[in-house]
């Protein structure tokens, strides 16, 4: 089944009404204000029997301020209800529901169709953070030209959407890179020069988008951090990182021989001294955490995302919050 038609899907005007001329949170004005160029977003997304979470994925990119988005989603015959879903979407989003190959094939079919100048990609059951995380974006990349791979900092977030804790990433380090996958997918914006096709590479199942990093680091493609939390990242219990860890390894011990990705020696101290460093950071996110989310409606108390922050620092996951554990 396809709902794929000529400029089927492309919002030249979201209905969202914008703010007033606040400064973005990174210090640029937004390009309404400015009158700069609107470039064409690309947001990717492959799915797959995700129809609990696709709802709260196509909000989010809905909603979003930024007026020029196609929002592709390559779903893989799913079962579930997904196509419903997606029908249901109407205009806001183009489709196309087929077997794959897995992930990395559903992203490669999507690229194939965009067109636009700057990719984003986020898999369905993740969702963006809030309503004006494109147009910053943006507006980062048109002041700052040079860059090609710009991403942020995200939120950890349970099954029911509720937020547990934060997650920051550092500034662009490319010893840490090759040591750790430190830019999730989601938080993520490429320009489209910087893209060959495929895009990603389809022998990877699980590591595919830490493969991209490294190979356009090793390109020369320049990454930067944009000061603002961009993306969630959905802990439940059929994602990929709980039911395919065995998959996860053989794709970073081929990271390793094609990419140097490894360990140096002191890896568990590293690795301790890198996670306490990230999530006492992530503390400094909190009081960004808006009122209105782009993916629920439901409210997560600041003070309930400082205590597990702050206390639950050694946990995977915190004991206080079984949802989604």
């Known amino acids: 089944m396809s709902a794929f038609t000529p400029d089927h899907g492309v919002r030249l005007g979201s209905g969202v009404t914008r703010g007033g001329d606040a400064m973005t949170e990174h210090g640029c004005l937004p390009l309404h204000h400015t009158h700069r160029p609107t470039p064409l977003v690309s947001i990717l997304t492959p799915s797959f029997n995700q129809a609990e979470w696709l709802p709260d994925n196509l909000r989010s990119v809905t909603c979003q301020t930024y007026p020029q988005i196609e929002h592709i989603v390559m779903d893989g015959g799913s079962t579930d209800g997904s196509v419903a879903v997606l029908e249901a979407a109407g205009d806001t989003v183009r489709w196309r529901s087929e077997p794959d190959t897995g ?39 048109a002041t700052h ?22 997650i920051w990433v550092p500034r662009f380090m ?8 430190f830019i999730g997918q989601p938080v ?35 990454f930067r951090r944009i000061s603002r939390i961009v993306a969630v990242d959905r802990h439940q219990k059929r994602r990929k990182g709980e ?62 995302v400082f205590r597990r922050q702050a206390l639950s620092w050694n946990k995977a996951w915190p004991t206080d919050y079984d949802a989604g554990a």
């Open 243 to 304: 039911t395919m860890t065995e998959v996860l390894h053989s794709d970073l011990a081929r990271l390793a021989e094609t990419h140097g990705r490894g360990y140096p020696r002191g890896k568990r101290v590293l690795s301790w001294g890198f996670y306490t460093w990230r999530r006492f950071m992530g503390i400094f996110l909190i009081p960004r955490i808006p009122r209105t989310l782009a993916f629920t409606d439901r409210r997560t108390g600041r003070w309930d």
């Open 174 to 181: 490319r010893r840490v890179l090759k040591i750790v996958n």
């Open 103 to 141: 992930q990395s094939d559903a992203i490669n079919k999507a690229f194939r169709e965009s067109t636009g100048e700057i990719v984003g990609w986020i898999n369905s059951d993740d969702a963006y953070f809030d309503c004006r995380v494109v147009e910053d974006v943006v507006a980062f990349f």
């Open 188 to 222: 993520a914006f490429i320009r489209r020069s910087a893209l060959s096709d495929p895009m990603l590479d389809a022998t990877y199942h699980f590591a595919m988008d830490y493969e991209l990093w490294l190979r356009l680091d090793r390109e020369g493609h320049q």
């Open 145 to 166: 030209p040079e860059v090609d791979v710009v991403y942020g900092h995200a939120a950890q977030i349970a099954e029911d959407g509720t937020i547990i804790w934060m």
